[in-house]
């Protein structure tokens, strides 16, 4: 190549020029070549700055995303508040709260589930318990939290909240201006289900990555994910995998198969498009993702997987697995009552509160409900047929029971006759434990004769004076209007007199047996002017009494002198299984074991007395012996009838919500007796318990004394070993062995009397 000054470039050969620019220079003039010249410059330049231009903008652009993200960091790190209030070792979120029960065999189950806006029971996680298989593990298994995993969180063991590649997909789908841009960890899910933070900005999703970054750093793994899979919504306002377990498959989450595992997994992407009693074949063919995810990342087997796929899934879905009831039954409302009370009383509460905490907290109580009992009371105070008698305007009669055992344990209660239609709350009307009514002659045990052979002023048989007695100008009256001299005690309880009672009382005076009722029986009714001789003697109180509160004092009688006060439950457990609340147990010694053992069979005299006012009810439990009392307020506005059994003490009242006479007069008794024979139907004969401090003997009727072979009624009394009558002296002879020693020898000379006659027979043979 030369240079010439005419032509800027000369080629040797056609081959030294360039493929696709080979010019002749030579047929062009000066100018023109200078054109092409300058023409192809300016091409040049031109590409030059386009690819300039282009370099410009992305650099700008990579300045600008750095500028971004550098002021995203400051703003995540500096201004927004990434800490979490929630301690998830101790979470208080709105749980369903179970009521237990113990079972034939004295094991705990589960009765009935009470809660609000969410159901959910907290299951816990012990990863090595769930690896290890362990039968006695009660928890939430692995097979569960790695279906979870696999499809919500692959990455969930090694990220530390955030999974910063989904994150980065879900940052260029909301660029896209996609709605819904995904990328959430198991840990933000947690973070949303705890805050309820549903906005779809993105200053929320900021707050989130925080969150979860900051539950990362102050919680273990296996404490999310339990956190995790105790609050996830799955359908159907079921919360958590346990509930789910129970509604979809009718089981608890710790006895579910592979493929049910895989099922709630399935559920979890869209609730209301995945559930598998509504869109059985969409969770289904997620269920099979979840196999394929939980295969590849190396949870299950080739031959798990192969039977998990084939496994035909069998669907509940039923609200009965979830032991709610629509209607409460008496004993749940009360309990309610009970436990709200004690919540706010311990724990400083107003009672509102306490009310909404009763249904959120997630508590765990072991109930004193019998379901064999409740059962009977049901089935009877349902009968508004049989029982429910109407009075004047079209009343209708109401009546409540309580049943409970002799330490205290309440084992079933109604609070009407009729189908209980409503739940009561904390405000509703529960006649036995709030109908305060008058006890009428329920009253006298408590209040007059226990007190008086406690403390030495009568025996079994004293004799005592029925007589119109003048008391600052009142006067008792008997029921039956008359007066019939020197009786028994024996018989003056039986027949159910008033004059004897008012002389007790008056002898130990009105404010000791108030204290006694009101401080040793609990008894917290009755009302200042009860002090006074004919609200303690006889019943007609100004305040009253409730099934309850009698229930409890009767037990005394068939316990040994001990009181326990009322309760409906053992004890109260939070969801992490602390103990919130334990019932008092301990009793009280309010009378002593021998008094308590006289009463007892005193009372049972009112059953089995030739003349006593609840000779009907002996036939209600007929292997079983059992004392009662009796007792009609003034105008016969109130029915009671009182009374145990070796097993169980129940009081009983009937009656109009608005005061009038009840035309039925046996209807408590009635009543009474078809609880408790229901109840006892199966029951094992037993007999109530006998103190080595009381004895037997035989008396005189006509003296009240020991009897002697000279008496010519001699009757069985029961009397505290240390408080004997003296012998007759008015018919004279020698004093009567005691009945012990009498049916000892006759025992004796029947046992001779058989071997006798088996000796005969052998010799004959």
């Given amino acids: 190549m030369s240079k010439n000054n005419n032509d800027i470039f000369s080629f040797s050969s056609p081959e030294e020029s360039p493929q696709n620019d080979i010019l002749d220079l030579n047929s062009f003039s000066s100018s023109a070549v200078d054109s092409e010249i300058k023409r192809r410059k300016r091409k040049k330049t031109g590409k030059r700055r386009v690819i300039t ?132 960890t198991i840990t933000q899910q947690l973070v949303k289900n705890l805050t309820n933070d549903n906005s779809k900005r993105v200053s929320r999703k900021v707050r989130e990555i925080m969150r979860a970054r900051y539950l990362e750093g102050h919680y273990s793994k296996d404490t999310i994910i339990e956190c995790y899979l105790n609050t996830i919504a799955m359908g159907h306002g079921v919360y958590g995998v346990e509930v789910a377990s129970n509604y979809y498959f009718d089981k608890s989450v710790k006895d579910l198969t592979l493929a049910e595992c895989a099922t709630l997994a399935a559920i979890t992407k869209s609730p209301s498009s995945y559930a598998p009693d509504t869109h059985p074949d969409a969770n289904k063919k997620r269920r099979i993702t979840v196999l394929n995810e939980m295969l590849e990342q190396g949870y299950i087997t080739d031959e798990q997987y192969e039977a998990a796929k084939a496994e035909d899934v069998k669907i509940v879905a039923s609200r009965e697995a979830l032991n709610e009831n629509e209607v409460n039954n008496y004993f749940v409302d009360a309990l309610i009552v009970q436990v709200t009370k004690d919540l706010a009383k311990k724990y400083n509460y107003d009672e509102a509160h306490a009310a909404s905490n009763f249904y959120s907290g997630g508590y765990k109580i072991y109930a004193t409900i019998d379901p064999n009992v409740q059962s009977a009371v049901d089935n009877v105070f349902s009968n508004s047929k049989t029982y429910g008698i109407k009075g004047k305007n079209g009343a209708t009669l109401q009546g409540a029971i309580t049943v409970m055992d002799y330490e205290g344990h309440v084992k079933g209660l109604a609070g009407g006759i009729g189908e209980k239609k409503v739940n009561l709350g904390l405000s509703g009307f529960n006649r036995a434990t709030d109908a305060i009514r008058q006890p009428g002659s329920t009253m006298k045990p408590i209040s007059a004769y226990s007190l008086a052979i406690e403390n030495g002023l009568i025996n079994y048989s004293s004799k005592v004076n029925d007589k119109a007695t003048s008391y600052r100008g009142w006067t008792p009256v008997n029921w039956y209007r008359s007066y019939r001299g020197n009786v028994t005690v024996e018989y003056a309880l039986e027949v159910s007199m008033n004059t004897i009672p008012v002389q007790l009382v008056n002898e130990l005076t009105p404010q000791v047996c108030y204290d006694f009722l009101t401080k040793k029986l609990g008894i917290n009714t009755l009302t200042n002017e009860d002090i006074n001789l004919s609200p303690l003697g006889m019943g007609g109180t100004n305040g009253g009494i409730t099934t309850l509160e009698s229930a409890g004092a009767f037990a005394i009688f068939g316990n040994g002198g001990k009181f326990y006060k009322p309760m409906l439950y053992y004890s109260v457990y939070d969801q992490h299984n602390k103990v919130v609340l334990k019932a008092d147990d301990q009793p009280e010694v309010v009378i002593s074991e021998d008094t308590a053992e006289v009463m007892n069979h005193l009372l049972q005299n009112v059953v089995y007395g030739g003349s006593g006012t609840g000779k009907s009810a002996a036939g209600f439990i007929p292997n079983m012996k059992i004392f009662a009392k009796t007792g009609t307020s003034n105008n016969v506005n109130d029915l009671w009838f009182v009374g145990g059994s070796p097993y169980y003490v129940a009081s009983c009242w009937c009656g109009f919500d608005e005061q009038q006479k009840i035309s039925n007069s046996s209807i408590a008794r009635t009543m009474w007796g078809g609880v408790m024979s229901k109840i006892h139907s199966n029951l094992a004969v037993r007999e109530f318990p006998h103190t080595d401090y009381t004895v037997r003997r035989y008396y005189c009727s006509e003296t009240g004394l020991l009897a002697t072979d000279a008496c010519k009624h001699p009757v069985v009394g029961w009397y505290k070993s240390n408080f004997v009558p003296g012998v007759c002296t008015t018919h004279g002879g020698s004093v009567l062995d005691s009945p012990d020693v009498v049916e000892k020898r006759e025992a004796e000379a029947k046992a001779n009397a058989e071997n006798s006659q088996t000796q005969k027979e052998n010799t004959q043979n």
Wanted: proline share 2%; glycine share 6%.
């Fill in 53 to 184: 231009a282009i370099l410009t903008v992305m650099l700008v652009g990579i300045i600008t995303v750095s500028i971004v993200a550098a002021t995203f960091l400051v703003y995540a790190f500096t201004m927004v508040d990434g800490t979490m209030e929630e301690d998830l070792d101790d979470l208080k979120l709105n749980f369903t709260t179970t009521i237990y029960t113990k079972d034939k065999d004295g094991e705990w189950q589960e009765y009935q589930r009470l809660h609000g806006t969410y159901n959910r029971i907290w299951v816990p996680y012990d990863r090595k318990s769930a690896q290890e298989k362990d039968e006695s593990y009660e928890g939430i298994p692995e097979n569960v939290v790695n279906a979870f995993v696999a499809i919500e969180d692959k990455r969930f063991r090694v990220h530390d909240g955030i999974d910063w590649k989904r994150t980065m997909s879900a940052f260029l789908n909301l660029l896209k201006g996609s709605k819904s841009y995904g990328g959430s």
